[in-house]
């Protein structure tokens, strides 16, 4: 319905899943990379380097309701919480994702 899809290092991930005993990943930014104040710009293509900048296109991507989409910063949400289960870690930049919310945690608890 809105027409966004997964992207190429969400099938990655599923694969290595199913495939590896440990997963790292490299160049992969945090969820929440875009709301950091003063997040370094990089391109969106390494190949294009006076093209879009990184975040514009994530934000722009995940706030789409019409065109085709990835929702990148979604899926990076989602791997933090494989993270949290499985044997991923993240490298250049490192980062590990934190402990779950405490009402996520209650949360879950009442409803098992």
Request: glycine share 6%.
């Amino acid at each position: 319905m809105s027409n966004s899809w997964l992207s190429t290092g969400w099938f990655t991930m599923a694969i290595a899943l199913e495939l590896c005993d440990r997963i790292n990943v490299y160049g992969m930014v945090p969820p929440d990379f875009c709301r950091e104040p003063y997040h370094p710009s990089v391109p969106y293509h390494y190949y294009e380097p006076s093209g879009s900048d990184e975040c514009t296109m994530y934000i722009s991507h995940e706030r789409g309701r019409r065109g085709s989409h990835h929702r990148f910063i979604t899926e990076k949400r989602v791997f933090a919480s494989w993270a949290r289960t499985f044997n991923i870690h993240f490298y250049q930049p490192d980062w590990s994702p934190g402990p779950l919310a405490a009402n996520r945690t209650a949360n879950a608890t009442r409803t098992t």
